[in-house]
């Protein structure tokens, strides 16, 4: 039983249900989060919590334990909105963790539905597409991280089993201050188990429809010393899944393992050594479904050919990644210390597909065409050097946190690409082609260009006491980007055979934090960030670059509030924002192989979000989201496109969970999520309209250690598009049900 966990959300009754999540402690909160982190988590596991777990008399709220699906955690220290370890209330921003209790009570399966957890963020997995939708900005604006590290590759955010990770915390709106460019619509990061001072073991079992077989198996040992100086705990986490697809022909099969070592080596030294490796293979892959015609207004698909694959009989998807950290931290006095993280990235992703389809004007027919077939091969080395102090600055309290970010980001992309027609086909029985077998594709990779990324960030953060309930937040970063570009085919005027641009974007916040009152705080805010102008610079061409001599910059405007009420019972957090984006790249109408700088992009949205716990045996959580984003000035073909709504993008999204302890040990569970209308072009001449999604969950606790949970998805089997093209809309999942066994001891 986790400790840590129980205090970030783990404890939903006392006397009823005992946390379904794995161990965590002290060692592990050091090395995510640093002293501060820890000094935290002390203070709260002086409070009686844990006993709580080990009777079952009666159902009651345990007095300081968080249900996973009750009160909003606004007092555990997240390292993602800063890294002076502020708490979610102690920051001058909207900030989400979601914990590992949250994941397992809510059963996310997998990164992109632990990401329904965050207040207006939507997200699908269309293979060659990774799309996450934030504050009205798409995924080149937003930075998704891995245990605070950017990739700078949004495919790298491919989903992955949850099994592995320990949580996600995101910052809505402009945080390159923190993480550097490409941080405009907030920032996503993914939290990697850990090992932790103790000895456990915990295991999962689940099966479920589509032939979904996984098995999930974690340990966590002391493997020398006598839990002092000295000591030393490792942990291995280990995902094997494999299931059909819900389209014909569709199999996928991935296996993910984290392994660490921790090591306390007295004198305020501790060390983190950490390996992970994630296999996914996907043959024949869904690309999408295409709309009737017209294309126009809303958009419309055959219900006969939901389950249908235009892919090519042996199309696939394959990625292979594997992450190195070695985290060095130094407590040198009660006011400095000192973290060091030199990480290691690599990657090869490979596809082979035919990837698009549309009807003929009769909607008798199906075309295929876009075959592709790409590899990408990716490789990140860096070095970050940081420290913190706490102090005093003419006479109030202030700590500051500085340091020194160094990386190279390689990638070689390797296509060849035919976009004419393949075939055609009856779109209810028909038989599609080998990939090979496709007229003017050979097996082989040819390589298209490399693209060399080296960044060097500056950074400074503080905090600053002008009175004791109001604290001044600033932060500031300077970086040093350059890009070197290696064509390896054709030279020619429009293709050089190397090309280098620079960019020095300085990024920052200022914010205000008031506690009005105990548990009550509002919050202001000015922050500032920086974009690639198309696209990421890891994949950037030689037209997205060449005539944009520099990055696009963003600013937000933020205000809002956190709040306890109801003796405790309810928190509640709200958030108010604008932002800008200006410099977007656009296609040069004159030359279709250049971009230029034109344009402006804004949103302004409001955010809510909601927890309670209104009896012992209920929790409920929730949260509603509203944005008006739009283009303010932008052309497209020589059109003006002022106004407009970014494709992909709802104005509202809403979710609610709930949970109700029947008895002590069972427990049922229900989850809501409302995504609102999106337009499927820029000009917004179609779209797709609203949906409405339910999930039920129902788990036993069969004895302390072991508990079943059965769940339910997409409950009334509703037809969604989880995003959508000028041509296809890509569907989401229909009903499917699993069952999951779950041992820990």
Same mark, same amino acid.
């Given at each position: 039983?986790?400790?840590?966990?129980?205090?970030?959300?783990?404890?939903?009754?006392?006397?009823?249900?005992?946390?379904?999540?794995?161990?965590?402690?002290?060692?592990?909160?050091?090395?995510?989060?640093?002293?501060?982190?820890?000094?935290?988590?002390?203070?709260?596991?002086?409070?009686?919590?844990?006993?709580?777990?080990?009777?079952?008399?009666?159902?009651?709220?345990?007095?300081?334990?968080?249900?996973?699906?009750?009160?909003?955690?606004?007092?555990?220290?997240?390292?993602?909105?800063?890294?002076?370890?502020?708490?979610?209330?102690?920051?001058?921003?909207?900030?989400?963790?979601?914990?590992?209790?949250?994941?397992?009570?809510?059963? &996310?399966?997998?990164?992109?539905?632990?990401?329904?957890?965050? %207040?207006?963020?939507?997200?699908?997995?269309? %293979?060659?597409?990774?799309?996450?939708?934030?504050?009205?900005?798409?995924?080149?604006?937003?930075?998704?991280?891995?245990?605070?590290?950017?990739?700078?590759?949004?495919?790298?955010?491919?989903?992955?089993?949850?099994?592995?990770?320990?949580?996600?915390? &995101?910052?809505? *709106?402009?945080?390159?201050?923190?993480?550097?460019?490409?941080?405009?619509?907030?920032?996503?990061?993914?939290?990697?188990?850990?090992?932790?001072?103790?000895?456990?073991? $915990?295991?999962?079992?689940?099966?479920?429809?589509?032939?979904?077989?996984?098995?999930?198996?974690?340990?966590?040992?002391?493997?020398?010393?006598?839990?002092?100086?000295?000591?030393?705990?490792?942990?291995?986490?280990?995902?094997?899944?494999?299931?059909? *697809?819900?389209?014909?022909?569709?199999?996928?099969?991935?296996?993910?393992?984290?392994?660490?070592?921790?090591?306390?080596?007295?004198?305020?030294?501790?060390?983190?050594?950490?390996?992970?490796?994630?296999?996914?293979?996907?043959?024949?892959?869904?690309?999408?479904?295409?709309?009737?015609? /017209?294309?126009?207004?809303?958009?419309?698909?055959?219900?006969?050919?939901?389950?249908?694959?235009?892919?090519?009989?042996?199309?696939?998807?394959?990625?292979?990644?594997?992450?190195?950290?070695?985290?060095?931290?130094?407590?040198?006095?009660?006011?400095?210390?000192?973290?060091?993280?030199?990480?290691?990235?690599?990657?090869?992703?490979?596809?082979?597909?035919?990837?698009?389809?549309?009807?003929?004007?009769?909607?008798?027919?199906?075309?295929?065409?876009?075959?592709?077939?790409?590899?990408?091969?990716?490789?990140?080395?860096?070095?970050?050097?940081?420290?913190?102090?706490?102090?005093?600055?003419?006479?109030?309290?202030?700590?500051?946190?500085?340091?020194?970010?160094?990386?190279?980001?390689?990638?070689?992309?390797? /296509?060849?690409?035919?976009?004419?027609?393949?075939?055609?086909?009856?779109?209810?029985?028909?038989?599609?082609?080998?990939?090979?077998?496709?007229?003017?594709?050979?097996?082989?990779?040819?390589?298209?260009?490399?693209?060399?990324?080296?960044?060097?960030?500056?950074?400074?953060?503080?905090?600053?006491?002008?009175?004791?309930?109001?604290?001044?937040?600033?932060?500031?970063?300077?970086?040093?980007?350059?890009?070197?570009?290696?064509?390896?085919?054709?030279?020619?005027?429009?293709?050089?055979?190397?090309?280098?641009?620079?960019?020095? /974007?300085?990024? *920052?916040?200022?914010?205000?934090?008031?506690?009005?009152?105990?548990?009550?705080?509002?919050?202001?805010?000015?922050?500032?960030?920086?974009? /690639?102008?198309?696209?990421?610079?890891?994949?950037?061409?030689?037209?997205?670059?060449?005539?944009?001599? $520099?990055?696009?910059?963003?600013?937000?405007?933020?205000?809002?509030?956190?709040?306890?009420?109801?003796?405790?019972?309810?928190?509640?957090?709200?958030?108010?924002?604008?932002?800008?984006?200006?410099?977007?790249?656009?296609?040069?109408?004159?030359?279709?192989?250049?971009?230029?700088?034109?344009?402006?992009?804004?949103? =302004?949205?409001?955010?809510? &979000?909601?927890?309670?716990? %209104?009896?012992?045996?209920?929790?409920?959580?929730?949260?509603?989201?509203?944005?008006?984003?739009?283009?303010?000035?932008?052309?497209?073909?020589?059109?003006?496109?002022?106004?407009?709504?970014?494709?992909?993008?709802?104005?509202?999204?809403?979710?609610?969970?709930?949970?109700?302890?029947?008895?002590?040990?069972?427990?049922?569970?229900?989850?809501?999520?409302?995504?609102?209308?999106?337009?499927?072009?820029?000009?917004?001449?179609?779209?797709?309209?609203?949906?409405?999604?339910?999930?039920?969950?129902?788990?036993?606790?069969?004895?302390?250690?072991?508990?079943?949970?059965?769940?339910?998805?997409?409950?009334?089997? =509703?037809?969604?598009?989880?995003?959508?093209?000028?041509?296809?809309?890509?569907?989401?999942?229909?009903?499917?049900?699993?069952?999951?066994?779950?041992?820990?001891?």
């Amino acid at each position: 039983m986790s400790r840590r966990s129980l205090l970030r959300g783990g404890a939903v009754l006392r006397g009823a249900l005992p946390v379904l999540v794995p161990s965590t402690s002290t060692l592990g909160l050091l090395a995510l989060f640093g002293t501060a982190g820890a000094s935290a988590w002390a203070q709260q596991s002086a409070t009686p919590v844990a006993p709580a777990v080990h009777s079952l008399p009666q159902v009651e709220v345990a007095e300081d334990a968080i249900a996973p699906n009750g009160r909003l955690d606004l007092d555990t220290p997240s390292d993602t909105a800063s890294r002076l370890g502020l708490t979610p209330r102690e920051t001058p921003a909207s900030v989400t963790v979601v914990n590992r209790a949250v994941i397992d009570a809510r059963g &996310a399966q997998n990164t992109q539905e632990i990401l329904r957890a965050i %207040p207006g963020v939507t997200a699908h997995d269309a %293979p060659g597409n990774i799309g996450v939708s934030y504050r009205g900005f798409g995924s080149n604006s937003i930075a998704q991280l891995f245990n605070g590290i950017n990739v700078q590759y949004s495919i790298a955010a491919r989903p992955v089993d949850s099994w592995i990770y320990d949580r996600v915390e &995101a910052i809505g *709106g402009p945080s390159s201050f923190l993480f550097g460019s490409g941080a405009l619509g907030g920032s996503i990061n993914y939290i990697t188990k850990l090992a932790e001072r103790g000895d456990f073991t $915990e295991a999962q079992l689940r099966l479920g429809t589509q032939n979904l077989r996984e098995a999930s198996f974690g340990l966590n040992r002391r493997i020398a010393g006598d839990g002092g100086a000295g000591s030393h705990y490792a942990r291995i986490d280990v995902n094997r899944r494999e299931a059909d *697809g819900w389209t014909d022909g569709t199999h996928g099969k991935a296996t993910q393992m984290a392994t660490s070592l921790v090591s306390d080596f007295g004198g305020g030294v501790k060390h983190t050594l950490a390996y992970e490796y994630q296999d996914e293979h996907v043959d024949r892959p869904y690309w999408g479904t295409p709309a009737l015609n /017209p294309v126009t207004g809303t958009m419309r698909i055959d219900h006969g050919i939901r389950s249908k694959n235009y892919n090519s009989a042996d199309g696939i998807y394959a990625q292979r990644v594997q992450w190195l950290r070695s985290v060095t931290e130094w407590q040198a006095s009660d006011a400095l210390q000192f973290r060091n993280t030199f990480y290691a990235y690599d990657a090869l992703r490979d596809y082979r597909n035919v990837e698009s389809y549309r009807y003929n004007a009769a909607n008798t027919a199906v075309i295929r065409s876009g075959a592709l077939l790409q590899r990408h091969d990716q490789d990140l080395v860096g070095n970050r050097v940081e420290g913190v102090y706490k102090g005093q600055l003419g006479g109030l309290r202030s700590d500051w946190a500085f340091g020194l970010d160094f990386s190279v980001n390689r990638q070689t992309r390797f /296509p060849n690409s035919l976009p004419g027609v393949v075939s055609t086909v009856n779109p209810y029985v028909f038989a599609t082609e080998r990939f090979f077998e496709v007229p003017g594709m050979v097996p082989g990779f040819r390589p298209d260009r490399g693209n060399k990324v080296t960044t060097t960030g500056l950074y400074l953060e503080n905090r600053t006491a002008l009175q004791p309930s109001l604290h001044l937040v600033t932060a500031l970063r300077h970086e040093r980007i350059d890009l070197d570009l290696v064509n390896r085919r054709t030279v020619d005027a429009a293709n050089p055979a190397t090309f280098h641009r620079g960019y020095k /974007p300085t990024t *920052g916040r200022i914010g205000l934090v008031w506690d009005v009152a105990p548990g009550a705080s509002l919050y202001a805010q000015y922050a500032t960030a920086a974009d /690639p102008p198309s696209g990421v610079l890891s994949t950037a061409s030689f037209a997205d670059v060449r005539n944009n001599s $520099e990055l696009t910059t963003g600013r937000q405007a933020e205000v809002g509030g956190k709040l306890d009420f109801w003796q405790g019972k309810g928190t509640a957090t709200l958030a108010a924002y604008s932002i800008r984006r200006s410099n977007i790249a656009s296609q040069d109408p004159n030359n279709s192989a250049l971009t230029v700088l034109v344009g402006e992009q804004s949103s =302004k949205g409001v955010e809510l &979000a909601l927890g309670l716990q %209104p009896a012992p045996q209920w929790s409920l959580q929730g949260n509603v989201t509203y944005v008006d984003a739009r283009y303010e000035r932008f052309t497209q073909g020589g059109v003006s496109l002022a106004g407009r709504t970014p494709t992909n993008t709802p104005a509202v999204v809403a979710n609610l969970w709930a949970s109700y302890a029947i008895t002590p040990q069972l427990q049922a569970s229900a989850g809501l999520r409302h995504v609102g209308k999106v337009y499927a072009d820029a000009a917004n001449t179609t779209s797709w309209p609203a949906y409405t999604l339910l999930d039920l969950g129902l788990s036993w606790k069969l004895s302390r250690s072991v508990t079943v949970v059965g769940r339910i998805r997409n409950v009334t089997n =509703k037809i969604y598009a989880a995003n959508v093209g000028t041509t296809f809309a890509y569907l989401g999942a229909p009903r499917t049900a699993d069952v999951a066994l779950r041992v820990s001891f």
